[in-house]
């Protein structure tokens, strides 16, 4: 079965196409432009740049641990009145996708120490509902960030 991509192959392209920007240079293998002047040659060899793999979960433990750290440390401070921070998240509707992400922030949010407080409201929700909602959290001196998920 055929794509259609033997009719039109990729364009070779070198420096001194029209399509090359003026001062920039070709990375023969990766077939795009880059200016030699903006760049940090960080993890650049001769055939181009080098991506990086990295742990997301590892990184992300890692973040935690550190935030678990700092809210801490907040939370003994007298002048942030010894309290928890809150984050308010804000479900619209019943998009499962969405349940998921925001059941992942909430536990986040207990990972850290911080006090996270789920709002469902139904997909009837109008503007005024909403706005209603999100003005009496910002007057709520226990919440410190809103997230709202559509």
Known sequence: ESTGSEQNPPKKMKVGDPACPPGHELYPEYQHFYNPNNHTGKGIDENGPKGRLIDGKGEAAKIRKTLKAEIAELKADEEFVSREPGLAVILVGSDPASKVYIGQKTKACAEVGIKGIQIDMP?????????????????DDAIDGILLQL
């Open 123 to 139: 997909p009837t929700t109008t503007v005024d509902e909403l706005m209603a909602k999100i003005d009496a959290l910002n007057a």
